[in-house]
């Protein structure tokens, strides 16, 4: 038997009248992205401005008491300046642009990580030396030099430790909130190389 044996029986049939068309389908998705690209920049820029505030906090209180806070500030200030520009990013999307290009963008923009997130460690290890160096300064005027240096160990495996754990709940977030369109981007990226 070969397909053209079944033409006749789908001669008279035709999609139901509730069912989407083609183009329908495609404004829904452009209006899901645009929905999810505006959450998301409220969400970093809102981060920004959180964390520009509580960085300028450290950097006044710790250029007069305890050295390393100004940097644990300054990383804070940096990670809103990182928040900020990613934000931007999501405010910039072309939606009007042609397909292979749109979706291109789209799937970089909703991976998880990659080379458009390494400058978020910049922030992240001037915190951590900005945290070493306040330990190490508190433990130096209560304990002997030995005891400090243990201090600043527990420091440093604590601080490892929370950037897995945060990099462990991020990728669970991600997984919930991103994955399925990032999926759904894909899959239309396929289908338009596949013609």
């Not at 053209?4 to 992205?33: H, W, Y």
């Not at 409220?42 to 960085?55: E, K, N, P, S």
């Not at 200030?77 to 900020?84: H, K, V």
């Amino acid at each position: 038997m070969n397909l053209d044996d079944f033409k006749p029986l789908t001669k008279g049939l035709t999609a139901p009248a509730g069912a989407p068309s083609a183009a329908e389908n495609l404004d829904r998705f452009i209006a899901q992205m645009r929905a999810q690209d505006q959450r998301r920049r409220h969400l970093a820029l809102g981060m920004a401005l959180i964390l520009c505030g509580v960085g300028a906090v450290f950097v006044a209180v710790g250029t007069a008491k305890t050295p390393g806070l100004s940097l644990i500030g300054l990383g804070s200030m940096l990670s809103a300046g990182f928040a900020w520009l990613k934000g931007r990013g999501f405010g910039r999307v072309d939606y009007a642009a042609p397909a292979r290009e749109f979706l291109g963008a789209a799937a970089r923009r909703y991976r998880f990580l990659g080379m458009k997130d390494a400058p978020a460690l910049v922030p992240l290890l001037v915190m951590g030396a900005g945290g070493a160096v306040a330990v190490h300064h508190a433990a130096s005027r209560y304990l002997n030099e030995r005891a400090a240096l243990l201090a600043l160990g527990g420091y440093l495996v604590f601080f490892v430790a929370l950037c897995v754990f945060a990099l462990v709940v991020s990728r669970k977030d991600w997984r919930q909130q991103n994955a399925e369109l990032l999926q759904e981007i894909l899959r239309r990226e396929q289908e338009l190389q596949n013609g």
